[in-house]
């Protein structure tokens, strides 16, 4: 326990060190939220849709916990490189254990971020559905969180440097982002996307979110919720299994 | 208390340990000698489980690092040759998570810390982050930190790299002194053929990846007919200089630099 602890801890110290990193990955989801939640508006109302800024503020939420709990998987490299790996894999504690107090850190720090962008959208001049949504959504956040971390840290655990990182954000992040529907409503899409859609992890992610905090799910709270349960026990399962298999 | 027969590593094409075989009794010094390349820091992997041995058998206290990896980590404590800190958590933050992680109990954990970051000079920066720190201040940090916890095993690869004699005698002597007290088995790699020669019991020269001699320091001198262990040295490995070829975390090493030369490190 004290392991997973002291590797959680380590996740969570050099996110509160980071300041500037804060400050900086502020900035993509606040151009989305701002350019298109403004920009997009006036088309989406006309639509029928009501207030894309409504829709979209649990969607960028989703996006901020994607990529930074992704990250902290891949962040495995820097270990690699800088050293600090090795010192974990020959350390007399399973590497099971090594793996989910860096995972379980890495979700830490992505539900920190997504509070962030969540207040920043609050300020922006979103509104969720009732306050008893927010822990909801906090729970779906932390599932989300959960999913990507385990996710990003069975990559980071295969690749041998940061060459493939470039492939794993325009075919891996990229598309699970775009497809998950944070953008867009996911019914009457055309059949081969809302096909897509449907085995994206994120698109249950957000649906829950938008079902917790403005009251609309497509494909309802229940089923997100157990859809992200099975993928994150798969995904731990396979960063773990990738994991063990590090070779330095 | 290490057991190496027939031992073979191989990266694709090429055989960075071929076939080799030494055994390593408890409680003795063993230094292994090379130049660079030579197989040294590859034989550590195996040994300590971070590398899967392509043929042959190793033990470690009768285990094999393969088949029982957290019985066998248990046992070893280990100085790398490259850096191995938490640049972004201070000195102490640093000895804190070694502790943790190898189960040191949390008052001892606090005292030793306290004594080996006086005893290298550390104490004052301990709550400094390390990317603040100097190369030698890492590496005395390093070297302290492998010290926190007492093991069966000393692994130290290269320690004294970059070590001022003042850190340098200090090591051996810690080392020394855990060897003499505990009945530590230390298995050691150097350059530095008069550290070897001083505090090594036995001596195995190691050559692209075989090894050509084994035995006391004065058992090396003899056989090559010298009067030092590094005329010895020589002798047996030719004074022909290596390279290393730049392994893919070295490569990764530049490529992050480019990155963040300038920005966080």
């Known amino acids: 326990m004290s392991a997973i602890y002291i590797l959680w801890l380590r996740e969570v110290k050099k996110y509160s060190r980071s300041r500037v990193q804060i400050f900086a990955s502020l900035g993509q989801p606040l151009l989305y939220l701002l350019v298109l939640g403004f920009g997009l508006g006036p088309v989406f109302q006309k639509a029928g849709g009501g207030s894309y800024l409504q829709f979209m503020a649990p969607g960028i939420i989703g ?94 655990s295969s690749l041998q440097d940061m060459q493939g990182f470039q492939l794993i954000m325009n075919f891996l992040v990229l598309p699970i982002f775009f497809l998950s529907g944070a953008l867009f409503p996911l019914n009457n899409l055309p059949k081969a996307l809302s096909f897509v859609t449907r085995l994206d992890p994120l698109s249950y992610g957000v649906d829950g979110l938008r079902a917790a905090l403005i009251g609309v799910g497509y494909f309802g709270a229940v089923v997100d919720a157990v859809v992200l349960s099975a993928v994150a026990v798969g995904l731990l399962c396979l960063g773990a299994w990738r994991f063990s298999k590090i070779e330095i | 208390m290490i057991r190496v027969e027939n031992l073979v590593k191989k990266f694709g094409d090429f055989t960075a340990v071929d076939n080799i075989s030494f055994e390593v009794p408890k409680g003795e010094i063993f230094a292994f000698l090379g130049p660079n390349g030579a197989g040294k820091t590859t034989t550590i992997k195996v040994l300590t489980t971070l590398l ?42 640093n000895m804190e998570l070694h502790g943790v992680l190898y189960h040191v109990p949390g008052k001892i ?107 006391t320091a004065e058992e090396l001198k003899q056989k090559t007919g010298t009067r030092s262990l590094e005329e010895a040295f020589l002798a047996l490995t030719g004074s022909t200089i290596r390279d290393e070829s730049a392994t893919s975390t070295d490569q990764l090493r530049q490529v992050a630099q480019m990155f963040r030369g300038g920005g966080r490190r």
Not at chain 1, 65 to 90: M, P, Y
């Open chain 2, 109 to 215: 954990r606090r005292e030793k810390t306290e004594t080996l970051l006086k005893l290298f000079e550390l104490w004052d920066r301990k709550d400094a982050l390390v990317k603040t720190f100097s190369g030698g201040m890492r590496r005395r940090l390093e070297i302290a930190r492998g010290f926190l916890h007492t093991p069966k095993i000393l692994f130290l690869d290269e320690p004294t790299l970059g070590l001022d004699p003042q850190s340098r005698n200090q090591l051996w002597t810690h080392v020394k002194r855990q060897n003499e007290a505990d009945h530590v088995t230390v298995f050691l790699t150097t350059h530095y053929m008069d550290e070897a020669d001083r505090v090594a019991d036995r001596i195995a020269v190691i050559d692209h990846g075989k090894i050509v001699a084994i035995g």
């Open chain 2, 52 to 93: 899967k041995a392509t043929s042959g058998t190793v033990e470690v206290d009768g285990l094999n690092p393969m088949t029982h990896e957290n019985e066998v980590r248990r046992r070893f404590g280990i100085v790398f040759q490259d850096p191995s800190l938490d640049q972004d958590l201070t000195a102490w933050e």
């Open chain 1, 63 to 156: 996006m901020a916990v994607l990529f930074t709990s992704v990250f902290s998987g891949i962040a495995l490299l820097w270990d690699r490189q800088f050293g600090f790996l090795k010192e974990t894999l020959v350390a007399p504690v399973p590497r099971l254990r090594i793996m989910i107090g860096r995972t379980l850190g890495g979700a830490t720090v992505a539900m920190l971020q997504g509070t962030l962008i969540m207040i920043v959208c609050l300020v922006a001049g979103f509104r969720p559905a009732s306050l008893l949504g927010i822990p909801l959504g906090f729970v779906f956040m932390a599932m989300i969180a959960v999913v990507f971390a385990a996710l990003g840290t069975a990559i980071g």
